[in-house]
């Protein structure tokens, strides 16, 4: 069964465009960890966000949740800490996850 890790994300709209170009290179760092197979950046445009803000979401699909849990103990913190210790509070990111149900 297929997993969907999704990141919702909230940014200053100040920081948007160098905060977009650091988040392409750190998905592609976690596509290249094993289980994952594929992600997509959206912007988000309902709701909308304040004038001020930016709404980002991050789909991740990965083979199951056997390798969602191996990121989230191996990776997640140290790779959570980069994006914390460069945009510091002027971001928030909030998390799901579903399982992908057969049709």
């Known amino acids: 069964?297929?997993?969907v890790y999704e990141v919702d994300l909230d940014l200053d709209a100040a920081i948007a465009e160098d905060y977009l170009a650091w988040l392409r290179e750190h998905v592609a760092e976690i596509l290249a960890l094993p289980g994952f197979v594929d992600a997509q950046i959206q912007a988000v445009r309902d709701p909308a966000p304040a004038s001020d803000r930016v709404r980002l979401c991050v789909s991740y699909r990965l083979d199951?949740?056997?390798s969602l849990e191996a990121y989230l103990r191996d990776h997640a913190p140290r790779l959570r800490a980069q994006g914390m210790e460069r945009f510091g509070?002027?971001?928030s990111a909030?998390?799901?996850?579903?399982?992908i149900l057969p049709r």
């Open 1 to 3: 069964m297929s997993t």
């Open 64 to 66: 199951g949740p056997a």
């Open 94 to 99: 909030s998390r799901r996850v579903m399982d």
């Open 89 to 91: 509070g002027r971001f």
